[in-house]
């Protein structure tokens, strides 16, 4: 029989080998979340920019390399590589050390191939400002830089799927099944669109299939699963209870695994390719609601009687934010993608509501939740300041918001004028002015939020973070023991879930 004893030096064991793991993936973990926030800075900033000029040609007219159609793609291209993976490559690299329970003995790899995928970033970004863009959406970098990304890619995850193993009894948790979805789906979706695109010579037409293919495929079955796995970590261990139903994230996991690879094809309905895969595009993208109500039922569901936590937690309330934009997004999918909207969003800004909507809204509020998160453990600090966090969400949520609903609603005008064949091209041009001027100033509030994010994140690279015993809470007045308190028993959880 155990004695008390027993159970203190359990515990003690458990917490030192936590520690290591921290200590050990401290530097590779913290420069991709750094990296990121900060070419998540110059993506918004681009942003700001591209949107400005969509509704005054005149703003920085005399800089050839800020034209719309530079900035444009570079603004998407980076908020895609030089954020948004290099948040996912950290998150996967800290979940699956910690839900496998090894240190990393690989991080001077790791760090030396993160120098790697940036200086491609920073050679393909400047490329496109240049005009060596390859005019591919989502796949902007001038050619010589995609293979560049893609040997990085394998050396900052092998070390991932080396020490990728089974909990005790031969079991995985929830968050472990997406994010090594995510490690084996990104190199097939990556290297077979540029090799359909930029080196077999097929028709063009299919070309232009691919690329849209890559871009949903991307979204569904990279960035999608990451978010997923780092909400289905956070929800338990911040409140200490098991995830609601295993058989529905079972459930949930599966319909993303079977719908997301058919996605994207929608975007050439009309075109001179087999009707049928525009159209199966379509229905896919409609049924992303189908895993996106399984998972937000599940997660809410198991943060249910733990409001105070989801109040006063940073962490969890991007979180929530996040699992609440991906219904959103498949509520949003499936209006866009009927037979009779298709046709108005197709050429219009409706689509970019759509992406930037899965890409900020969905999956960068859940990887703020992660970072939040994940940044004090490794660093030994605690954030410096809730006012920057709180500054950070609000106005993060209320730009994405204005941006989505602006997009949308303009793109949908815009398809309509588009549609009216009696009148003159110029009112597509007009219809949705206003519109674009309500996202220009939304993307000024989410450039500031991230300006914040982007500075407590180096401050606490630099280890300038507080030393305190006690977490960064948003809200005063709760139990700070319960809220990013010790962290429990993750084996205890997996044999609740199961």
Same mark, same amino acid.
């Given at each position: 029989?155990?004695? =008390?004893?027993?159970? =203190?030096?359990?515990?003690?064991?458990?917490?030192?080998?936590?520690?290591?793991?921290?200590?050990?993936?401290?530097?590779?973990?913290?420069?991709?979340?750094?990296?990121?926030?900060?070419?998540?800075?110059?993506?918004?900033?681009?942003?700001?920019?591209?949107?400005?000029?969509?509704?005054?040609?005149?703003?920085?007219?005399?800089?050839?390399?800020?034209?719309?159609?530079?900035?444009?793609?570079?603004?998407?291209?980076?908020?895609?590589? *030089?954020?948004?993976?290099?948040?996912?490559?950290?998150?996967?690299?800290?979940?699956?050390?910690?839900?496998?329970?090894?240190?990393?003995?690989?991080? *001077?790899?790791?760090?030396?191939?993160?120098?790697?995928?940036?200086?491609?970033?920073?050679?393909?970004?400047?490329?496109?400002?240049?005009?060596?863009?390859?005019?591919?959406?989502?796949?902007?970098?001038?050619?010589?830089?995609?293979?560049?990304?893609?040997?990085?890619?394998?050396?900052?995850?092998?070390?991932?799927?080396?020490?990728?193993?089974?909990?005790?009894? *031969?079991?995985?948790?929830?968050?472990?099944?997406?994010?090594?979805?995510?490690?084996?789906?990104?190199?097939?979706?990556?290297?077979?669109?540029?090799?359909?695109?930029?080196?077999?010579? *097929?028709? %063009?037409?299919?070309?232009?299939?691919?690329?849209?293919?890559?871009?949903?495929?991307?979204?569904?079955?990279?960035?999608?699963?990451?978010?997923?796995?780092?909400?289905?970590?956070?929800?338990?261990?911040?409140?200490?209870? %098991?995830?609601?139903?295993?058989?529905?994230?079972?459930?949930?996991?599966?319909?993303?695994?079977?719908?997301?690879?058919? $996605?994207?094809?929608?975007?050439?309905?009309?075109?001179?390719?087999?009707?049928?895969?525009?159209?199966?595009?379509? $229905?896919?993208?409609?049924?992303?609601?189908?895993?996106?109500?399984?998972?937000?039922?599940?997660?809410?569901?198991?943060?249910?009687?733990?409001?105070?936590?989801?109040?006063?937690?940073?962490?969890?309330?991007?979180?929530?934010?996040?699992?609440?934009?991906?219904?959103?997004?498949?509520?949003?999918?499936?209006?866009?993608?009927? %037979?009779?909207?298709?046709?108005?969003?197709?050429?219009?800004?409706?689509?970019?509501?759509?992406?930037?909507?899965?890409?900020?809204?969905?999956?960068?509020?859940?990887?703020?939740?992660?970072?939040?998160?994940?940044?004090?453990?490794?660093?030994?600090?605690?954030?410096?300041?809730?006012?920057?966090?709180?500054?950070?969400?609000?106005?993060?949520?209320?730009?994405?918001?204005?941006?989505?609903?602006?997009?949308?609603?303009?793109?949908?005008?815009?398809?309509?004028?588009?549609?009216?064949?009696?009148?003159?091209?110029?009112?597509?041009?007009?219809?949705?002015?206003?519109?674009?001027?309500?996202?220009?100033?939304?993307?000024?509030?989410?450039?500031?939020?991230?300006?914040?994010?982007?500075?407590?994140?180096?401050?606490?690279?630099?280890?300038?973070?507080?030393?305190?015993?006690?977490?960064?809470?948003?809200?005063?007045?709760?139990?700070?023991?319960?809220?990013?308190?010790?962290?429990? =028993?993750?084996?205890?959880?997996?044999?609740?879930?199961?």
């Amino acid at each position: 029989m155990a004695t =008390d004893t027993d159970s =203190d030096m359990t515990l003690q064991k458990d917490l030192d080998l936590r520690a290591r793991i921290d200590r050990s993936l401290r530097h590779p973990v913290m420069f991709f979340f750094a990296s990121g926030a900060a070419w998540l800075a110059v993506a918004l900033l681009l942003g700001f920019i591209s949107s400005f000029k969509s509704h005054d040609s005149t703003f920085l007219a005399n800089y050839g390399f800020l034209n719309y159609g530079r900035v444009y793609p570079a603004h998407l291209t980076v908020l895609v590589y *030089g954020w948004g993976c290099q948040a996912a490559f950290g998150l996967i690299i800290w979940l699956l050390a910690r839900l496998s329970r090894k240190e990393c003995t690989s991080a *001077g790899i790791i760090l030396t191939a993160g120098h790697l995928w940036n200086f491609a970033v920073g050679v393909g970004f400047l490329g496109i400002l240049a005009g060596y863009g390859s005019g591919r959406p989502w796949m902007e970098f001038p050619v010589a830089v995609w293979p560049l990304l893609l040997v990085s890619y394998f050396f900052i995850t092998i070390w991932s799927f080396i020490q990728f193993r089974c909990s005790a009894g *031969g079991k995985t948790y929830v968050a472990q099944w997406y994010l090594v979805a995510a490690l084996f789906w990104f190199p097939w979706i990556y290297l077979s669109a540029h090799l359909f695109v930029f080196v077999f010579n *097929g028709h %063009p037409v299919m070309a232009a299939g691919v690329n849209a293919w890559f871009k949903y495929a991307l979204i569904f079955l990279f960035f999608t699963p990451v978010a997923l796995g780092t909400a289905y970590y956070l929800a338990p261990k911040i409140t200490g209870r %098991p995830v609601y139903s295993y058989a529905l994230a079972l459930f949930g996991f599966w319909a993303l695994a079977v719908i997301g690879p058919w $996605a994207g094809m929608q975007k050439l309905a009309g075109g001179p390719l087999p009707q049928f895969l525009p159209y199966l595009g379509a $229905a896919a993208t409609v049924l992303i609601l189908i895993p996106a109500l399984a998972v937000g039922v599940n997660i809410l569901l198991t943060l249910r009687g733990h409001e105070a936590e989801v109040v006063a937690s940073p962490s969890l309330r991007f979180t929530i934010a996040g699992i609440v934009s991906f219904v959103i997004l498949g509520l949003v999918g499936l209006g866009l993608n009927t %037979p009779a909207s298709l046709k108005m969003t197709q050429f219009s800004l409706a689509g970019y509501g759509f992406e930037v909507l899965a890409m900020y809204g969905f999956f960068s509020m859940c990887a703020f939740g992660g970072i939040y998160f994940i940044v004090p453990r490794i660093t030994r600090r605690e954030w410096l300041s809730r006012r920057f966090i709180g500054w950070h969400f609000w106005l993060s949520l209320y730009g994405i918001g204005t941006v989505v609903v602006c997009s949308i609603m303009g793109g949908l005008f815009q398809g309509a004028a588009q549609e009216a064949y009696n009148t003159a091209w110029s009112d597509a041009s007009t219809r949705n002015y206003a519109y674009n001027v309500g996202t220009t100033v939304a993307w000024g509030f989410i450039t500031l939020g991230s300006l914040f994010f982007l500075l407590h994140v180096l401050l606490m690279w630099a280890r300038l973070g507080r030393r305190s015993q006690h977490p960064t809470l948003l809200k005063t007045g709760h139990d700070e023991g319960s809220v990013h308190g010790p962290e429990g =028993d993750l084996d205890k959880l997996q044999t609740a879930e199961a």
